[in-house]
């Protein structure tokens, strides 16, 4: 994939279970990932978000469960590469032998790959080098702060790293349902007309022609010449069709459950993670800032960076949920497809296998979910700024009631 594998080396699944790069990176990750863990007592009272409302800093929140995150992701990671990539590798063969890629779909798979990696690559180090840039040239401690954010970084970069394979391995699967589903409406307009001027890929043409009197053959047959499959039983290439494009799709359905079983609960990590960062990071800017006259902007934060940060975190909030819903959606749009075509005048061996593809996805219905309990879908999204701005309200309302007391507190001192 355009020398992506170079790339995932470090990042991403690798081929090789006993890659060099693969164990020296997760080594590197363990030991920053305790070093950083150790040495949280020494810069808890070093950020410039300290709450005496809260007794903590909202910033050494999301850095600790940012860390530990990364640690139990990579764990997880390392975990599914020894015991279950392979039945992804071997899903990923059938692939190739009943839905063998074409040169469009691949250019597709490798242009949405460098874009993602391109884009999300060079903003997050540009933002994250400003931070460090700041923080470095304010701080009353440049080395210990620029060396703790640059490995919290790095951290952060794997998880980075994994929802970006997520999101690739969502597009390879929605390219093959997407390939079905043209095809399943390439033959639905044929099946609208007995005459068919347009030859596609994958069908012959039929022409009326005059039937003698001895000729007891159906008026409609349409003959499939099927370059991509060739059924031993001519008598029905339809139904041979209509059976192909079934284990084509359980193949794609297959690789949903099996990227759910490698990426699932590092996703949902990664939503929670980005969900809790971006509700502190909000409170902060917008509420903390100006309620506590010893908050210092120009040391970890400006406006530049909030804003930043903000674009970063909804993006990868997006990606992981756009990517999984719009596949999904796409797996989905088969099950319309087979219904229209069954409605249509079909013979009893064609209409037999459509009902039983309609069975399979009625039963078998698509859908990402992190362990059965949270579906990623587009929903989500509008739930999660719901409970935002809930979340929010009650910070503000906690930092006033703490403030009003506490003043009330030194006002009655003798």
């Excluded at 080098?129 to 490995?151: A, D, E, K, Q, W």
């Excluded at 060739?230 to 192909?244: G, M, V």
């Excluded at 980005?274 to 100006?290: G, K, R």
């Excluded at 088969?334 to 219904?339: M, N, R």
Aim: overall charge positive; charged content about 15%; aromatic content about 16%.
């Amino acid at each position: 994939m355009f020398g992506l594998q170079h790339f995932g080396v470090i990042s991403f699944d690798s081929n090789n279970d006993n890659n060099i790069y693969q164990i020296a990176y997760t080594v590197i990750l363990f030991i920053t990932g305790i070093s950083l863990i150790i040495v949280f007592p020494l810069v808890n009272d070093k950020f410039d978000d300290w709450s005496k409302a809260f007794s903590m800093s909202l910033t050494v929140v999301t850095c600790s469960s940012g860390i530990i995150t990364s640690l139990i992701s990579r764990m997880i990671v390392v975990y599914n590469i020894k015991f279950k990539y392979q039945k992804f590798k071997t899903t990923l063969e059938g692939f190739e032998i009943y839905i063998p890629m074409n040169s469009v779909a691949s250019k597709h798979i490798k242009y949405f790959s460098f874009s993602v990696i391109f884009f999300f690559m060079s903003f997050i180090i540009a933002t994250n080098s400003l931070r460090l840039f700041y923080i470095f040239n304010n701080h009353v401690n440049p080395f210990l702060m620029t060396t703790f954010f640059g490995l919290y970084y790095m951290h952060n970069l794997s998880m980075v790293c994994t929802e970006l394979h997520f999101s690739i391995q969502c597009f390879l699967v929605y390219t093959k349902f997407r390939d079905i589903n043209e095809k399943l409406i390439q033959i639905n307009d044929e099946q609208k007309y007995y005459n068919f001027n347009v030859r596609y890929s994958f069908t012959g043409t039929q022409v009326a022609t005059p039937r003698n009197s001895d000729d007891k053959s159906p008026p409609c047959v349409i003959m499939y010449e099927k370059d991509f499959y060739c059924p031993k039983d001519k008598s029905f290439p339809l139904a041979n069709t209509i059976e192909l494009f079934r284990i084509r799709h359980w193949l794609s359905r297959e690789a949903i459950n099996d990227i759910k079983c490698l990426f699932g609960f590092q996703m949902g990590m990664s939503i929670i993670i980005l969900a809790v960062t971006v509700l502190f990071d909000i409170y902060t800017e917008l509420f903390y800032s100006y309620t506590n006259s010893s908050f210092s902007k120009s040391v970890f934060r400006s406006k530049i960076l909030f804003i930043g940060w903000m674009l970063q975190y909804s993006t990868r909030l997006g990606l992981i949920i756009v990517t999984a819903h719009t596949t999904i959606q796409q797996a989905v749009k088969t099950k319309k497809l087979i219904t229209e075509m069954n409605n249509r005048h079909t013979d009893s061996n064609t209409k037999e296998e459509l009902q039983l593809f309609y069975n399979q996805l009625s039963i078998c219905s698509p859908e990402f979910t992190i362990f059965d309990i949270l579906t990623i879908n587009n929903s989500l999204i509008t739930s999660m700024m719901s409970a935002g701005a809930t979340y929010i309200l009650i910070l503000v309302q906690f930092q006033s009631e703490k403030t009003t007391h506490k003043n009330h507190y030194l006002s009655n001192r003798p």
